[in-house]
Nanobody, 126 residues
Framework: QVQLIESGGGLVQAGDSLRLSCVASGLTFRLYAMGWFRQAPGKEREFVAAISRSGDRTTYADSVRGRFTISRDNAENTVYLQMNSLKSEDTAVYYC???????????????????WGQGTQVTVSS
C-alpha cells in the first residue's frame, strides 16, 4: 500500500532552520506531484508548498515564499521542505501529500491529493 512518512520536525527557536523529509513507498514516485500542508492547533489545514512530478515547477503559499524551499529526489522517492527563518506562526503539524499528475502541474488544495502522511510536529519558540 502507499505510505508517506515524514521526518525532521522538532523544537527550534525563531530564526532557525529545519529540513523536513517525506519518503514515499508503494507508488511510482516520479508520476506524482507532491505537496506540503500544515495544521496549527485550532486552525484548518493550509497549503504550504507544492512541486510537480519532475520538479520543474514549484508553488508556495505567500506566508512562506522566500523562506521555504520544496524539492524532490525521484531516485530516492523523497520530497523535502527546507524551512529557513522560522517564525512562531510556523508552528504546526506538517503533512506531505501525493497525487498522480501529468506534465508540470502543481496542486495547492488539499482535496486534490490522494495520499497523506501521518505528519511531523514543528514547534518554533519565540
Amino acid at each position: 500500500q502507499v505510505q508517506l512518512i515524514e521526518s525532521g520536525g522538532g523544537l527550534v527557536q525563531a530564526g532557525d532552520s529545519l529540513r523536513l523529509s517525506c519518503v514515499a513507498s508503494g507508488l511510482t514516485f516520479r508520476l506524482y506531484a507532491m505537496g506540503w500542508f500544515r495544521q496549527a492547533p485550532g486552525k484548518e489545514r493550509e497549503f504550504v508548498a507544492a512541486i510537480s512530478r519532475s520538479g520543474d515547477r514549484t508553488t508556495y503559499a505567500d506566508s512562506v515564499r522566500g523562506r521555504f524551499t520544496i524539492s524532490r529526489d525521484n531516485a530516492e522517492n523523497t520530497v523535502y521542505l527546507q524551512m529557513n527563518s522560522l517564525k512562531s506562526e510556523d508552528t504546526a503539524v506538517y503533512y506531505c501529500a501525493a497525487v498522480v499528475s501529468d506534465a508540470s502541474r502543481t496542486y495547492n488544495t488539499d482535496r486534490a491529493y490522494s495520499y497523506w502522511g501521518q505528519g511531523t510536529q514543528v514547534t518554533v519558540s519565540s
